[in-house]
């Protein structure tokens, strides 16, 4: 197991490192590694010990999971009445993008954190909820206890990230831990909350109209109906006031959205459909060709598509 943390590191010119993540960087925390999962997740291995540190609304949410020691962590923060006491190996935390929290760390602990944007939780929420992104949100948790998120931990700590097929066995396992955090955490906000969310944004009738003719066109393989402009009259928009309420309501841009969708689709198909050439899978998801639909997910994954469906996941 690699244990470089500059193995594999993000690529030059990626985005900034998430918060949490540049906290620990400048505290006594030590990374043992770190990988660029691709769809807006990033995956670090830490140890600590005899350190403090603090975050506050960090702008992105974090998934940590103890692997070893916890049990002289002591936190000051928001916590749920189902959480523990104290750490043990296998409790995890979860550190919704406004959270605020201060860590006091006594003896050994390792740990492992999952960072994922805005973006990748409004995608989850949409899929799994056909819910408005902006109405739910992460609980807090401090000392939670899931086998099935202490099973994600110990089995991605025993990956080794630097290798292509684990670590995409990785972004497997990662993922479904996420689809769990969302039937398991995610909590509606008050509904005053909402409302006052809602305002800027996509009214759910356009969302859901918008959404479904994305799925449509790249079911169908084509990129019509795709354009900013036929989106915005999907919504009865104009294009400007489309483009800023949809990035209000679902966390990133039109492009951004329509780019991780096909990638997602590309991805089941490789899974999925084994008969099928890499040409007509980029086809069937509007790539240009089979070596752009490499290349894109090369730059989501890490990996090319040959790579993707030779893992087997």
Known sequence: MSTDPASPSPAAGA???PQVFAVLSQSRAQLERQADLGGALRLAQWRNREDHTGYN????HTLSVYLHGGQDVRVVGERSPLDAAHGQPGTFCILP?????????????RFVHLYLSDSAWAQRIVRLLDAEPRAYTLAPRIFGQDPALADWARLVS???????QQRLQAHQLS???????VLMAAQPHARERALQLAKGGLAPAARRRVLEQ???QLAAGQTEGLSLAELAAEANLSEFHFARMFRHSLGCSVHGWISQ???ARAQALLRERSELSLAEIAT???????SHLSRSLRADLGATAGQWRRAGL
């Open 15 to 17: 985005a900034p490192p």
């Open 97 to 109: 993008a406004d959270h605020e929290s201060q860590w006091q760390i006594a003896g050994p602990l």
């Open 284 to 290: 069937q998801c509007g790539y240009a060709s089979a």
């Open 261 to 263: 969708r096909r990638s």
């Open 175 to 181: 993922e479904a831990a996420l689809d769990r955090l």
């Open 57 to 60: 609304r960090p702008g992105h």
């Open 158 to 164: 025993g990956l080794d990230w630097g290798d292509t």
């Open 214 to 216: 994305i799925e449509a």
